[in-house]
């Protein structure tokens, strides 16, 4: 897989070996959140331009909206979450993964934090 990249609103991207890119929010962000009790999951086939609402997510504490990370296609959705949205807390990495899309500039991925920008970006 490749480097993982991040918003500043805390979303992830990563690119599968099938060239799609799998997206989810952040460890800080899951924490942030508290307990996921539900996530609006967008649908296939649904486009959206970069920094553009996709995702509601609520928690216990509070609905948090996800934003697209880069302009493109949602090609696969995480249907998981719906009977589980917990596994954002447990696994945001993996098995909390929200959508897959299809970029359509891979450019975009140049505007978003590597690791090292992001946990800098968290702590200040």
Known sequence: MSQRKYTKTHEWIVKN????YRVGISDFAQNSLGDVVYVGIPAVGSAFKISQNCVVIESV???SDIYAP????????NESLL???????????DQGWIFEMKLDQESELQLLLDEASYQNHIKN
């Open 83 to 93: 009977d589980n949205p917990e596994k954002i807390n447990a696994s945001p990495y």
């Open 17 to 20: 070996e099938n060239g799609n």
């Open 61 to 63: 504490k509070a609905a």
């Open 70 to 77: 880069c302009s493109g296609t949602i090609v696969a959705v």
